[in-house]
Nanobody, 119 residues
Framework: EVQLVESGGDMVQLGGSLRLSCVASGFPFSVYDMTWVRQAPGKGPEWVSAISPAGGTTYYVGFVEGRFTISRDNDKNTLYLQMNSLKPEDTAQYYC????????????WGQGTQVTVSS
């Protein structure tokens, strides 16, 4: 079965940086688009960034563009999200999802990793 394990979240101050990782298994990782999705308390999930199977095409939601960078290592079945210049509004639980931002799989998320940005 599809398994996704996120890690790397932490509590940081305004302007700090974090690098999230998502280790995937149970499916041919290298042929799927992948997406980072986040959910803040009391809010619905929102996609943050996505990447094509070979990593040649990336997508970002407007409020993270220029600050976040998505990447992947298909040899390690791992998805990454480098987050710089973090803001309090970035505070959320971050999840990895199979598929592109407009059609990702909602049924096989991992436990997520918490990112908290203090002001």
């Amino acid at each position: 079965e599809v398994q996704l394990v996120e890690s790397g979240g932490d509590m940081v101050q305004l302007g700090g940086s974090l690098r999230l990782s998502c280790v995937a298994s149970g499916f041919p990782f290298s042929v799927y688009d992948m997406t980072w999705v986040r959910q803040a308390p009391g809010k619905g999930p929102e996609w943050v960034s996505a990447i094509s199977p070979a990593g040649g095409t990336t997508y970002y939601v407007g409020f993270v563009e220029g600050r976040f960078t998505i990447s992947r290592d298909n040899d390690k079945n791992t998805l990454y999200l480098q987050m710089n210049s973090l803001k309090p509004e970035d505070t959320a639980q971050y999840y990895c999802a199979r598929g592109r931002y407009d059609a990702y799989d909602r049924g096989s998320w991992g436990q997520g990793t918490q990112v908290t940005v203090s002001s």
